[in-house]
């Protein structure tokens, strides 16, 4: 039960933080995929073909790192990746958006600290400014852009943590929970990451049910 339950939240968090990454990351040598057709639109926002297949191309390499030779094309449709990557990107937008309405800004003084706190961009635990910008070259993006998708990636984990502050492990939750001091505190720690994903998801669900959704999947399958 401990190890599913790890398991679990551990893909969950690890496959949202892919997105993120995706998100920011282009990477070099990608594959131009993209057309004129979005995949989704959420409100105006929009999801376009390229970001969709940098973001499956990620989430296809962490499952294959998973499972190593175990994992084909078989698997891959048995685990829906291409409709787990196109909910992942369409809650990533509903939650920038519920963002957006609630207020929530990430401060420039925020962003600063993000960047140059970044193991990518430092060198002997100190931010090198060389390094970040061969680096943002090398992925070909601006640094204007970087920092764009920084804020929104920062404001999207705001935005989590306001919603995940929301629930808490109750002793109904450890009811049934035994073992030794290790143990318990091992299973209290995942079930409350199983409990932060469900209020995540169910407050995304909800605001889908106000929000226009247009979903093209025949350009995907």
């Given at each position: 039960?401990?190890?599913a ?12 933080f ?14 131009d995929?993209?057309t ?18 940098r973001t ?5 390499d ?16 048995k ?17 920038l958006l519920?963002a ?16 140059m706190?970044?193991p990518?961009f ?5 931010f ?5 910008l ?16 920084k ?36 299973l209290?720690?995942?079930?409350l ?16 049910q ?12």
């Amino acid at each position: 039960m401990l190890k599913a339950m790890r398991k679990h939240a551990k893909f969950f968090y690890v496959l949202f933080f892919i997105v993120i990454l995706s998100f920011i990351f282009w990477g070099v040598g990608t594959v131009d995929k993209s057309t004129g057709v979005p995949v989704a639109e959420i409100g105006r926002e929009k999801i376009t073909l390229e970001e969709y297949w940098r973001t499956y191309d990620r989430m296809r390499d962490f499952y294959r790192e998973i499972y190593k030779e175990k994992f084909d094309e078989e698997m891959e449709k048995k685990l829906k990746l291409k409709e787990k990557v196109l909910d992942s990107l369409i809650d990533e937008r509903v939650l920038l958006l519920a963002a957006k309405n609630t207020g929530i800004k990430v401060k420039d003084a925020e962003l600063q600290e993000a960047i140059m706190n970044d193991p990518a961009f430092t060198r002997g635990g100190v931010f090198n400014r060389d390094i970040y910008l061969r680096t943002l070259q090398l992925n070909r993006i601006t640094p204007e852009f970087f920092e764009s998708m920084k804020r929104q990636e920062l404001t999207l984990l705001k935005m989590r943590r306001l919603i995940e502050e929301s629930v808490d492990v109750t002793d109904a939750d450890m009811k049934q929970v035994s073992g030794d001091e290790q143990t318990v505190k091992a299973l209290s720690q995942a079930i409350l990451l199983d409990k932060r994903e469900k209020a995540v998801k169910s407050y995304v669900e909800g605001l889908k049910q106000n929000m226009k959704i247009k979903v093209n999947t025949q350009i995907i399958s």
